[in-house]
Nanobody
Framework: QVQLQQSGPGLVEPSQTLSLTCTVS??????????WSWIRQSPGKGLEWMGA???????HYSPSLKSRFSISRDTSKNQFSLHLSSVTPEDTAIYFC??????????WGQGTQVTVSS
């Protein structure tokens, strides 16, 4: 079973860039078995898929976020990261990293509450 550990700030000022990192253990982000995603849940809303990075480094982003969202990875640390620029209070949410296998989202990070506020 894969374990995902999230790290990053819980408070970001408006217009800044939010970056969160997910460190993977028990598996490799270069493995073709899974893809590695970022998902968020805003207050009172359902889960929103933000994007994913595959084993080969290819990325796929939600069209609604594409202009200010990206995912990077560090294979030497077995980590992948979220970068969301020009944040506004509407980006306040709980952010999750997750591993998706053939059967769906098998493993999740612990979640990071991010508040956008000055």
């Amino acid at each position: 079973q894969v374990q995902l550990q999230q790290s990053g700030p819980g408070l970001v000022e408006p217009s800044q860039t939010l970056s969160l990192t997910c460190t993977v253990s028990g598996g490799f982000i270069t493995s073709s078995v899974k893809t590695w995603s970022w998902i968020r849940q805003s207050p009172g809303k359902g889960l929103e898929w933000m994007g994913a990075i595959a084993y080969d480094g290819s990325t796929h982003y939600s069209p609604s976020l594409k202009s200010r969202f990206s995912i990077s990875r560090d294979t030497s640390k077995n980590q992948f990261s979220l970068h969301l620029s020009s944040v506004t209070p509407e980006d306040t949410a709980i952010y999750f990293c997750a591993a998706r296998g053939p059967g769906g989202y098998d493993d999740w990070g612990q979640g990071t509450q991010v508040t956008v506020s000055s």
